[in-house]
C-alpha cells in the first residue's frame, strides 16, 4: 500500500522558514521522481519544485526560486522541501507528489501518488 505522509507544517511569520518532510513507504523510492505542490483556498493546485530519482536534478517553480529547496534522502524514503523567506500569500496546503521515472514534471496530472497534505500559514 503505497503512503505518502507530509509533515513540519504550520503557523509561521512572514519571512520565517519551515521545513516540510514526506515519508514515503509501499513503492521503491529511488526509481521515483518526487515532487511538491501547493494549492491555496479558492485557487488552483500550483507547483512548487521536483528532484530527480538520485536527487541530483532539481527544478523549481518562479515563484519559489532562490527561497525553496527540495531535497531527498533515499536512504530514508524521505523528501524534504525547505521553505525560506516565506509570503503571506504562500499560505497554503502542501503536497508531495510521486510519479516513476526521469521527468520533472510541472503538471499534477503526471503523479501517480499523493499525500493528503500538510498545512502551511504565513502571517503577516
Known amino acids: 500500500q503505497v503512503q505518502l505522509i507530509e509533515s513540519g507544517g504550520g503557523l509561521v511569520q512572514a519571512g520565517g522558514s519551515l521545513r516540510l518532510a514526506c515519508a514515503a513507504s509501499g513503492f521503491t523510492f529511488d526509481t521515483y521522481t518526487m515532487a511538491w505542490f501547493r494549492q491555496a483556498p479558492g485557487k488552483e493546485r500550483e507547483f512548487v519544485a521536483a528532484i530527480s530519482r538520485s536527487g541530483g536534478n532539481t527544478r523549481s517553480g518562479d515563484s519559489v526560486k532562490g527561497r525553496f529547496t527540495i531535497s531527498r534522502d533515499n536512504a530514508k524514503n524521505t523528501e524534504y522541501l525547505q521553505m525560506n523567506s516565506l509570503k503571506p500569500e504562500e499560505t497554503a496546503v502542501y503536497y508531495c507528489?510521486?510519479?516513476?521515472?526521469?521527468?520533472?514534471?510541472?503538471?499534477?496530472?503526471?503523479?501517480?501518488?499523493w499525500g493528503q497534505g500538510t498545512q502551511v500559514t504565513v502571517s503577516s
Open positions: 507528489a510521486a510519479r516513476p521515472g526521469a521527468m520533472l514534471s510541472a503538471f499534477g496530472s503526471m503523479y501517480d501518488y
